[in-house]
């Protein structure tokens, strides 16, 4: 980013823009961190010029919010995935019933039993 001109600045995040999307799309968010990097720096060299008009940025605006919503559905899905995984790490754990009373008993599994594999 050693050209400070705002149309290769903004040719340059909607470039960004493009393979945030790409990385959210396949699900590679080890790429996301390099990714948002670039991204500050650029909206931080963008931020440096007081005359840029909106229109010129209603592209790349349209991206931004495009990409924010992948993330946020990305985060969504994390977050689901380790509540699932946390249910089935306690139900290996054991179940927990209640008898008639409201007594909670826990019966608990043997993790060390193994299956037999027979022809």
Do not use: C, H, W
């Amino acid at each position: 980013m050693t050209d400070q001109n705002p149309q290769t600045l903004i040719d340059e995040l909607d470039t960004i823009l493009d393979e945030e999307r790409a990385a959210l799309m396949d699900g590679d968010l080890k790429k996301m961190e390099a990714i948002l990097a670039r991204k500050e720096q650029a909206i931080e060299a963008l931020n440096s010029f007081s005359d840029l008009e909106r229109q010129t940025l209603s592209k790349v605006q349209s991206k931004v919010t495009r990409n924010q919503d992948l993330l946020e559905s990305a985060m969504e899905g994390i977050r689901s995935v380790a509540t699932r995984m946390a249910e089935l790490r306690r139900v290996r754990k054991g179940l927990d019933v209640y008898d008639s009373a409201g007594r909670k008993t826990r019966y608990g599994t043997r993790l060390d039993q193994k299956l037999e594999r027979r022809a």
